[in-house]
């Protein structure tokens, strides 16, 4: 099988919907280098590993294509990014090392627990696209007065984002946007933030895997699969641009509804693997 021409099209998917949606991209991702880990007969206890180390990596190149259109509409909220990035960062070495010390079982239940989770509450949970932004950040420092609220979000989000291995938009779409920020600032603002997620995390897996005795597959790095990563990542980065500028026009609506389906879809494909 032309592996390459695989993660290719992979990464094309997942490019557009981080762009989309100021997410990585991970919960595409990892149940599919899961599924393909395994079709190639990599170490079974730590396929899971493989596939959150080699997405955490991936999302450095989605989330700087993404974050580079999002900036260029002047999405970005640049000060709320230096607040919580302290906390991204110890946060998100926290979870990637913590992920190193839990067995594969307990990782694929976290991740197909927080699958279903993401997607009902996207499903359940409209936030209007015109929304008005007024006074928005007067809003949010209201609620998060100085900087230990910020440092306080960015670490919880850091150590989720790391476990599951996502850009952290889902989780910092929401808190923002319960904030009164817009919701296309916030989709870009989670998209800057997601950069250093993305950078931590790899740093993370491939420290934890270097460090484990076990055999990991050739040209592994750490829990970093590098084959998987450059084809991803080449075509991830092709695409995101095409999402982020869609975050702007009415198909939006739609394609969310459309990317709930497919987080459902997924979940179920990794509850099933569950039981073998």
């Known amino acids: 099988m032309e592996w390459w021409l695989v993660y290719l099209s992979l990464g094309a998917v997942v490019g557009f919907f981080a ?54 509409h002047g999405a970005v909220n640049w000060q709320i ?28 239940v976290i991740f197909t627990v927080f699958i279903f989770y993401v997607a009902t509450g996207m499903l359940l949970k409209r936030v209007s696209e015109s929304e008005p932004d007024a006074d928005s950040n007067q809003h949010f420092y209201h609620r998060f007065s100085g900087k230990a609220g910020f440092f306080a979000a960015g670490s919880v989000i850091g150590v989720i984002s790391s476990l599951v291995a996502i850009g952290g938009g889902i989780l910092t779409v929401p ?21 250093p997620i993305a950078v931590t995390g790899t740093v993370g897996y491939i420290l934890n895997g270097v ?15 590098l084959p998987a990563l450059g084809w991803l990542a080449l075509a991830s980065m092709i695409t995101a641009p095409f999402g982020a500028k869609t975050t702007h026009s009415a198909q939006a609506a739609t394609l969310r509804k459309l990317f709930v389906i497919l987080l459902y879809c997924l979940a179920i494909k990794m509850l ?3 039981f073998g």
């Open 175 to 195: 808190f923002l946007t319960s904030c009164r920020i817009k919701i296309q600032h916030a989709i870009g603002t989670a998209a800057a933030i997601g950069f």
């Open 81 to 108: 990014f230096k607040y919580m990035t302290p906390g991204i960062v110890i946060g998100t070495l926290s979870g990637a090392f913590l992920a190193g010390m839990l067995s594969s079982t307990v990782l694929h």
């Open 19 to 72: 762009g989309l949606l100021g997410i990585g991209g991970g919960l595409i991702i990892v149940p599919a280098l899961t599924f393909l880990f395994t079709i190639q007969g990599f170490p079974p206890d730590r396929i899971l590993h493989l596939a959150l180390g080699t997405t955490m990596a991936t999302i450095i190149f989605t989330a700087a294509a993404s974050l580079y259109i999002h900036n260029r």
């Open 211 to 225: 460090t484990q005795s076990c055999a990991l597959p050739e040209y592994s790095l750490g829990y970093v699969y």
């Open 272 to 274: 099933l693997g569950l």
